[in-house]
């Protein structure tokens, strides 16, 4: 049986775990959220709700991508460049941010964005793809 002190101490534990978990539950359903209205063709609201997913997970490079990706589609591509940028330094492994980088750069920038995707993910039939369609 737990007596008041106990579920104190218990409760003192358990919280911070909940503060994390409410976190991660938010930023992860904004970031779902910014997928879903991109995809259904509403990128304002999908670079809102990457704004929002950011804001909860500022750490994480997903949120700063789904952002650059939502200005791609509104056809802000400098926007789109400052987004990605915020993501590669938060992960610059990401190979799929590169390549988003890739999308929204012209000239020696794109080049070089797309030969950092392919390094790091050489069997990526969208680097190709995007080499071959500006």
Same mark, same amino acid.
């Given at each position: 049986?737990?007596?008041?002190?106990?579920?104190?101490?218990?409760?003192?534990?358990?919280?911070?775990?909940?503060?994390?978990?409410?976190?991660?539950?938010?930023?992860?359903?904004?970031?779902?959220?910014?997928?879903?209205?991109?995809e259904?063709?509403?990128?304002?609201?999908g670079?809102?709700?990457?704004?929002?997913a950011a804001?909860?997970?500022p750490w994480?490079?997903? @949120?700063?991508?789904? *952002? %650059?990706?939502?200005?791609?589609?509104l056809g $802000?591509?400098? +926007? /789109?460049?400052g987004?990605? &940028?915020h993501?590669?330094?938060r992960?610059?492994e990401?190979?799929?941010?590169?390549l988003?980088? @890739?999308?929204?750069? *012209? %000239?020696?920038e794109?080049?070089?964005?797309? $030969?950092r995707? +392919? /390094?790091?993910?050489?069997l &990526?039939?969208?680097?190709?793809?995007?080499r071959?369609?500006?």
């Amino acid at each position: 049986m737990l007596t008041g002190r106990r579920r104190g101490y218990a409760l003192a534990l358990l919280a911070p775990l909940a503060a994390v978990a409410l976190v991660a539950h938010v930023g992860n359903r904004a970031a779902s959220a910014s997928i879903a209205a991109t995809e259904a063709g509403d990128p304002s609201r999908g670079v809102a709700e990457a704004k929002h997913a950011a804001a909860w997970a500022p750490w994480s490079e997903e @949120a700063w991508q789904l *952002r %650059g990706e939502a200005e791609l589609e509104l056809g $802000d591509a400098q +926007a /789109a460049r400052g987004s990605l &940028s915020h993501a590669l330094e938060r992960n610059p492994e990401s190979w799929s941010a590169w390549l988003d980088l @890739a999308a929204a750069s *012209r %000239g020696t920038e794109r080049e070089q964005a797309l $030969d950092r995707a +392919a /390094a790091l993910n050489p069997l &990526s039939p969208e680097v190709e793809e995007l080499r071959t369609n500006p």
